[in-house]
Antibody, heavy 118, light 112 residues
Framework: EVQLVESGGGLVQPGASLKLSCVAS????????MSWVRQTPGKTMEWIGD????????NYAPSLKNRFTISRDNAKSTLYLQMSNVRSEDTATYYC???????????WGQGTLVTVSS | DVVMTQTPPSLSVAIGQSVSISCKSS???????????LHWLLQSPGRSPKRLIY???NLGSGVPDRFSGTGSQKDFTLKISRVEAEDLGVYYC?????????FGSGTKLEIK
């Protein structure tokens, strides 16, 4: 069974940095592209970016590219999202997702909530 | 960015009725490989999103055939035949043809 478990969320102050993790199990992690998607408190869904199965290539939403970095450790079956200089508008639930046959969003984790507030 | 416009924002239906949700994109979603990367997701209350339909009309694993997707180019529809109580939640369309990937604003389905 495919499982994606995010962690690392919490309350963070504006301007700080935060690193989220997503541990995968039930499949060969190194075979799949992975993505991060966030959902705001108002339920708006926003794609953050994705990373190739071997970690050699990433894509980002232009609005987040300068502050967010996606990486992965295939030996640990773990996906990461490094967030820097966070702002109140980054408050959201962050999901990692896995593709199937090259099509994103086939599987989702349970999400981790990030709240940016002083 | 490709703007995805979903209508209606919400709807209320009785068990056993059929409903349709519209999703229109600001650009054609046909990719250079000839395929159309338009997908439908359902987020049930308190749950993570789940992909229902991929590439316009292909049912995801375990998705009942009461769900169907149609459309082409810029105009797409999700139809639910014989709505059941478990179908309540928020439905999103999403396109993965163009970067950045984008989502519709969602359609909330309530059961009367």
């Amino acid at each position: 069974e495919v499982q994606l478990v995010e962690s690392g969320g919490g309350l963070v102050q504006p301007g700080a940095s935060l690193k989220l993790s997503c541990v995968a199990s039930g499949f060969t992690f190194s075979d799949y592209w992975m993505s991060w998607v966030r959902q705001t408190p108002g339920k708006t869904m926003e794609w953050i970016g994705d990373i190739k199965y071997d970690g050699s290539y990433t894509n980002y939403a232009p609005s987040l590219k300068n502050r967010f970095t996606i990486s992965r450790d295939n030996a640990k079956s773990t996906l990461y999202l490094q967030m820097s200089n966070v702002r109140s508008e980054d408050t959201a639930t962050y999901y990692c997702t896995r593709d199937t046959m090259g099509v994103p969003f086939a599987y989702w984790g349970q999400g981790t909530l990030v709240t940016v507030s002083s | 960015d490709v703007v995805m416009t979903q209508t209606p924002p919400s709807l209320s239906v009785a068990i056993g009725q059929s409903v349709s949700i519209s999703c229109k994109s600001s650009q054609s979603l046909v990719y250079s490989d000839g395929k159309t990367y338009l997908h439908w997701l359902l987020q049930s209350p308190g749950r993570s999103p789940k992909r229902l339909i991929y590439q316009v009309s292909n049912l995801g694993s375990g998705v009942p055939d009461r769900f169907s997707g149609t459309g082409s180019q810029k105009d797409f529809t999700l139809k639910i035949s014989r709505v059941e109580a478990e179908d309540l939640g928020v439905y999103y369309c999403a396109q993965t043809t163009h970067f950045p990937l984008t989502f519709g604003s969602g359609t909330k389905l309530e059961i009367k």
